[in-house]
């Protein structure tokens, strides 16, 4: 390993992108997208991608010309087509778009189809709420989860993130899949030959399994359990029956070249606070935000991954000396 400042693991992974017939634009996309995870600490959606992103992509599972287009089929919506491509720049897309759109109309929403793994949902919304926006994105994932009492996964991990503006500091920020673990720390520890905590995963005859490898092929265990897989299958609704894309139980994989295009779906709903009738919001967000701060032991969601950012800014991030090297 070796600790390199983010703008030099970001020039290195957008020169490893163009290499492998990314273009410029999106490459450069990917790159931040992976950098920040890493430093957020969110390892299985940071610089653990990269291979898998690679042969992706030169199998043409993903198109690195992909060029993403909005039209506007509604005045409260913005649709976008990944068109095959990575994820990052169609949301880049919307991220661009959506703010004056939303301070027009006051709610908007953002569905996203032909697209892919969209990484640490979070940062996404994030960017929206450093605008003033309140967001949430939902987005599905290939098939991981079973339905409760079922063995065969129908719904994907389906990540839910939301964001909100908090006044004079960094937004309030939640991302969480609905697995009882997100996918992505699994193919982090399968790499490393790792071993996973019992209680994350069953194997194809539906047993708990500590192996990160038939965990893959098995199935993951939901968050809460039933609670967990209907919000999984409310997940599948809006990001894919909404939005035209594949539900996870058709979608190829993320993380290897077999298959198709994963052809999964985000969706972006965005508000402006002010619209809402009142000036209430920051005073109201102060007063949560001081009722769960005032408590010994307890933070607000979002403030480890920013004092773990601030470190790999001022200290670097830890880069393999294959991602390094020609």
Not at 78 to 97: M, Q, R, S, T, W
Not at 103 to 119: L, N, T
Not at 283 to 291: D, F, K, N, T, Y
């Amino acid at each position: 390993m070796t600790q390199v400042s983010f703008e030099r693991a970001e020039a290195r992974l957008t020169e490893l992108f163009a290499a492998a017939g990314a273009s410029a634009a999106n490459s450069a996309s990917v790159a931040w997208a992976l950098v920040m995870a890493e430093a957020d600490g969110l390892k299985g959606h940071g610089l653990s991608r990269v291979p898998t992103y690679l042969a992706m992509l030169k199998a043409g599972k993903i198109d690195g010309q992909a060029v993403p287009k909005a039209t506007r089929p509604k005045p409260g919506v913005l649709a976008i087509d990944a068109a095959h491509g990575f994820a990052y720049p169609a949301i880049d897309l919307a991220i661009v778009e959506l703010p004056e759109l939303v301070r027009e109309q006051g709610v908007m929403a953002a569905p996203i189809r032909r697209s892919s793994h969209c990484g640490a949902a979070g940062l996404h919304v994030e960017r929206l709420a450093e605008q003033g926006l309140v967001a949430l994105l939902f987005a599905n994932t290939p098939g991981a989860i079973a339905p409760w009492g079922g063995s065969k996964p129908v719904f994907g991990t389906n990540p839910i993130a939301f964001a909100a503006p908090l006044a004079g500091r960094e937004p309030v920020v939640i991302d969480m899949a609905l697995s009882k673990v997100a996918r992505g720390p699994i193919v982090a520890a399968r790499q490393k030959g790792q071993p996973i905590p019992e209680g994350w995963a069953l194997d194809v005859d539906g047993k708990p399994t500590t192996d990160a490898a038939a965990a893959l092929a098995g199935t993951m265990v939901p968050l809460g359990d039933a609670k967990g897989a209907t919000l999984a299958m409310m997940v599948e609704i809006l990001s894919a029956a909404l939005v035209g894309a594949h539900f996870g139980f058709q979608a190829s994989s993320f993380i290897d070249d077999k298959g198709g295009p994963p052809d999964t779906g985000q969706l972006i709903l965005a508000i402006d606070p002010a619209a809402m009738g009142g000036n209430w919001f920051d005073e109201r967000m102060r007063v949560l935000a001081h009722a769960i701060e005032e408590q010994e032991g307890t933070r607000l969601p979002g403030v480890r991954r920013l004092t773990l950012r601030a470190k790999a800014r001022a200290e670097g991030i830890d880069m393999p000396a294959e991602l390094l090297s020609d």
